[in-house]
């Protein structure tokens, strides 16, 4: 299975140039891979939410919105399944959420981002919410598993990530790292972590070009297996990883 790592650049606030950006990259990669990965938070930015729920639930989006049928749509015409990180709103509740898109156009998979890393918690109420727990999802012969940025460094959830036994571990992130301090030594902590949380781990890392940003993404993306490098995209750029998972 080829797997798709988009660093993809990402303007916060802004949905609309965020799906044309994603769906341009579905058509670059059509024929070319079986599901392409995108960031933690792409769709809106991660700083797209001022803690205000009468404001910040009008960003948020449910399944049903406009922004989600479009790429299921371009998922579809692409012939290829993609996933990528929101916003959602699920009722009356905010969660930082990770989709996952079948080549049909078909929702197989939503994550719920388990750790707290993603919100203000000095502002926020019982309206902004994580998930519970990490869970596997088969998909074309194989199962994957998601955790989104600091879930996989929390307290406990490695090995609760390594007891899924999943043969493809997705890891979006928003990381804001200088790229030369990611390239030279950050990404080999990640290793080590990965190698805590699975045997194939994807990392992908969205490339925020939002000048205003307090912590922009820096882009970039990491194939890792076994607590090794396989292959990675360096922090910095934006563009395309592709792996092969057999």
Same mark, same amino acid.
């Given at each position: 299975?080829?797997?798709?790592?988009? /660093?993809?650049?990402?303007?916060?606030?802004?949905?609309?140039?965020?799906v044309r950006t994603m769906v341009r990259y579905l058509g670059k990669l059509r024929g070319q891979a079986d599901v392409a990965v995108f960031g933690e938070s792409v769709l809106q930015g991660f700083d797209c939410l001022c803690w205000d729920y009468a404001a910040d639930r009008h960003t948020?989006?449910?399944? %049903?919105?406009?922004?989600?049928?479009?790429?299921?749509t371009a998922a579809r015409e692409s012939g290829t399944a993609v996933s990528f990180g929101f916003v959602e709103r699920y009722g009356e509740?905010?969660?930082? /959420?990770?989709?996952?898109?079948?080549a049909d156009g078909k929702i197989i998979n939503v994550f719920h981002r388990v750790s707290a890393g993603w919100k203000?918690?000095?502002?926020?109420?019982?309206?902004? &919410?994580?998930?519970?727990r990490f869970a596997s999802f088969p998909y074309r012969g194989k199962t994957f598993a998601v955790g989104l940025c600091g879930d996989l460094w929390t307290a406990g959830r490695p090995a609760e990530? &390594?007891?899924?036994?999943?043969? !493809?571990?997705? +890891?979006? !992130? +928003?990381?804001?790292?200088?790229?030369?301090?990611?390239?030279? /030594?950050v990404k080999l902590e990640?290793?080590?972590?990965?190698?805590?949380?699975?045997?194939?781990?994807?990392?992908?890392n969205p490339c925020c070009k939002d000048p205003a940003a307090a912590d922009a993404a820096t882009g970039g993306? !990491? +194939?890792?297996?076994?607590?090794?490098?396989? /292959?990675?995209?360096?922090?910095? %750029?934006?563009?395309?990883?592709?792996t092969e998972i057999r």
């Open positions: 299975m080829k797997i798709a790592l988009v /660093s993809a650049p990402v303007w916060n606030g802004d949905i609309d140039r965020n948020a989006v449910t399944l %049903t919105d406009a922004s989600i049928q479009r790429m299921r509740v905010l969660y930082s /959420s990770q989709i996952f898109i079948g203000d918690c000095r502002f926020t109420d019982d309206h902004y &919410r994580e998930g519970e990530m &390594r007891a899924l036994s999943a043969d !493809v571990v997705l +890891w979006p !992130v +928003w990381c804001d790292y200088p790229a030369g301090e990611w390239n030279r /030594s990640y290793a080590g972590q990965a190698g805590q949380c699975g045997t194939c781990v994807l990392l992908v993306a !990491v +194939w890792f297996r076994n607590e090794e490098i396989v /292959s990675e995209l360096p922090a910095g %750029t934006e563009g395309v990883l592709l």
